[in-house]
């Protein structure tokens, strides 16, 4: 074994121990939560506490167990994920950054002009990932790529809110942009 | 005859020129979801759920189910021409399939998945034709504490029987659980885990669970992870069977068809199963093994492929008559039905019959629309599979806001989505199953429902569920499903110990 392969290995149970906290924390806050909903059982027996509290229990309950896994030698019967070792971080960010302008600005600009931006940023991310680099930033491919954004978001707008009638946010009250 | 006269006004419902064209809509983009990479039934419909608060419910639901058995179709060209299945039913297909076009026939590997998945796609729905309302007139008779055990076996199947680990099936159970939990209680109207923010008082939708999990955690692992996949396409060769292929690959289709049946009616969520299963038939069955593996033998794609669509095609059994989806999709499908206010179980078939009757004559136009889709045209839909890849995910997020903020529009919504993206790439990455989360999410609620009215009825003893024949009989079945797969493996493994 490589030593590269086994620094591997030790982020990734790293990783899982880190996730049975996070599944543990997630169920103790669930039990603590189900404190606070009254309990107006009538005559069932059981009120709607219940079940929040049985599922913050089990929760927590097996996140012990992926602690434990993760503890004496990593979970069980796991497949090797697919793809890269490590994670390309930057192109993550380019997209996390498209979904996340996308949810702030769709209501102000509108989706067309929202969702242009996002694809083209969620595109600038997935092809620096293909180069995996980040590459000087190529402003004529930028602006190519807004406009093929551009060229989704429109018709898919128009055929939603027109064809359909359903409701998505413009820039203008035109009903075309 | 009643279930005859049903049917013929169900096709007449279904062959309105509208309808039609539904269905033919529905057909094709099922078709182009299930070639395109990165992109599945499920999340197709999730994301035009939308539409339901416009489009009237039959015409939606013959839409939403040629979305769910095109995909089906479409997935198959995909795993034979790139050998990455388009969705998980298709990963057998993929094995043989890809080695028959690496060997210049991948023609004869097409028109086998297509016949055949017409051949099974049509003898399954008419056994859901005449088994769908006798499954229904017995449902009637089952009270909450029955169904209360049915959904608490569909549980245990889908989260500690498939995939790999129970600990991991029922951690995304449970995480599944709690989000359905979030929003008011139906029954007291008390707030659960709302933390004080209006927009999570109606709950979570499923639409953005769904999409979340499925479409942009897709986008974002592959930017995060598959950047460099380089893949390669294999060349297509003319459709045709020769004769000995035709010979090959009927039995084969009985045979899947036969398998993969009985596996959608159950509990037992997805198509894995029956589709490893019928491949492991016909190699066992085969005379002449050397193709497996090799050059690839027609009926290791024909019966996997007959097997896929026939489970699909079987869900709808489980999922009209008792309201339990067995699979994503099918969940995604209940979400349909309650988005009308529609809630399926035995009295579906006599409250929406003419809604039912259509969808069910729906089905047997769409396979026949299907046939044609994909053996004539099969050419126009491998171009879908030039799209660059960069475009094909970015495209995927437009459809994901269509779809998440369409819903209800809140642009909170949005930014909920991009947790749960981001969430469902860490299930991808340490292998936790996600369709347990959708099942929990969309059966949660329904169940505590179905658990505090069986509760009501026992005056609050626990012991309602064992005093009635048939709900002790599931307690049973839902004890041996789970004790059975481990006493056996035990048993194997000590008397394998005790040989060596």
């Known amino acids: 074994m490589s030593s590269d392969t086994a620094l591997n290995q030790k982020s990734t149970s790293k990783g899982q121990l880190l996730l049975g906290v996070g599944i543990l924390v997630l169920g103790v806050a669930m039990v603590v939560g189900a404190t606070m909903i009254p309990s107006d059982a009538g005559y069932a027996g059981v009120g709607p506490d219940f079940l929040p509290a049985l599922v913050g229990a089990v929760l927590s309950l097996c996140g012990i167990f992926v602690i434990w896994e993760a503890l004496s030698g990593g979970f069980r019967n796991m497949d090797a994920p697919n793809g890269a070792d490590t994670g390309f971080w930057s192109g993550f960010a380019w997209m996390s950054a498209g979904l996340l302008a996308n949810a702030a600005l769709i209501t102000t600009i509108g989706f067309i002009l929202s969702c242009t931006l996002c694809f083209a940023l969620a595109v600038r991310g997935l092809r620096t990932a293909e180069l995996e680099k980040i590459g000087s930033f190529n402003g004529k491919q930028f602006i190519k790529d807004l406009l093929i954004g551009f060229a989704i978001a429109a018709p898919v707008y128009w055929m939603f809110t027109k064809l359909l009638a359903i409701n998505l946010p413009g820039l203008t009250a035109t009903g075309w942009i | ?500």
């Open chain 2, 1 to 500: 005859m009643e279930v005859w006269n049903q049917l013929m006004l169900g096709f007449a419902t279904a062959a309105t020129p509208i309808n039609l064209l539904w269905c033919l809509i529905g057909c094709a983009v099922g078709t182009a979801v299930g070639v395109l990479p990165g992109i599945g039934p499920a999340v197709a419909v999730a994301m035009l759920l939308p539409i339901t608060t416009k489009v009237d419910a039959t015409a939606s639901m013959i839409f939403f189910a040629g979305i769910y058995y095109g995909a089906m179709y479409g997935g198959s060209t995909t795993s034979i021409l790139l050998n990455t299945p388009g969705e998980t039913g298709s990963m057998v297909t993929a094995m043989e399939g890809n080695k028959m076009a690496k060997s210049g026939r991948a023609g004869a590997a097409l028109a086998t998945a297509a016949i055949g998945s017409f051949v099974a796609g049509t003898i399954a729905t008419v056994l859901v034709t005449l088994f769908a309302p006798m499954l229904a007139n017995f449902a009637v008779r089952l009270g909450p504490p029955e169904y209360f055990m049915l959904m608490l076996l569909a549980f245990t199947t889908v989260s500690a029987v498939l995939g790999k680990s129970t600990l991991r099936g029922m951690v995304a159970l449970f995480i599944g659980l709690a989000i359905g939990l979030i929003g008011m209680d139906q029954i007291s109207g008390q707030a659960r885990y709302t933390g004080g923010v209006s927009e999570l008082l109606d709950g979570i939708e499923i639409v953005l669970v769904a999409v979340g999990l499925f479409a942009v955690a897709e986008a974002l692992y592959a930017v995060l992870y598959e950047g460099k996949t380089a893949e390669s396409q294999n060349k297509l060769s003319s459709v045709h069977m020769s004769k000995s292929d035709w010979k090959k690959s009927i039995p084969a289709w009985l045979r899947g068809t036969a398998i993969g049946f009985p596996f959608g009616t159950i509990p037992a969520g997805g198509t894995e199963i029956p589709t490893f299963l019928s491949y492991a038939t016909e190699k066992k069955l085969a005379k002449d093994k050397s193709d497996f593996g090799t050059k690839g033998a027609i009926q290791g794609v024909a019966g996997p492929e007959a097997a896929n669509n026939a489970a699909v095609t079987a869900t709808l059994i489980p999922l009209l008559t008792l309201g339990i989806p067995t699979s994503n999709t099918a969940a995604i499908l209940l979400g349909a039905f309650q988005s009308y206010g529609i809630q399926p179980g035995p009295q579906l078939f006599q409250t929406s019959g003419a809604l039912v009757w259509a969808l069910i004559a729906s089905l047997y136009i769409g396979n026949v629309m299907l046939l044609v889709l994909n053996l004539p045209l099969v050419g126009m839909w491998v171009k879908l599979l030039k799209i660059p890849k960069p475009y094909l995910y970015a495209g995927i997020l437009i459809f994901a806001t269509v779809g998440v903020y369409g819903m209800r529009q809140s642009a909170f919504d949005l930014v909920l989505l991009y947790v749960i993206g981001v969430l469902g790439v860490v299930m991808r990455r340490f292998d936790f199953p996600t369709a347990p989360v959708v099942v929990g999410m969309i059966l949660g609620p329904l169940a505590e429902a179905q658990l505090r009215n069986a509760l009501s009825i026992g005056e609050g003893k626990w012991t309602v569920f064992l005093e009635r024949p048939m709900s002790l009989t599931l307690i049973v079945v839902v004890l041996a499903v789970l004790v059975l797969p481990r006493a056996a493996k035990y048993w194997s493994s000590r008397s394998n110990r005790r040989i060596a």
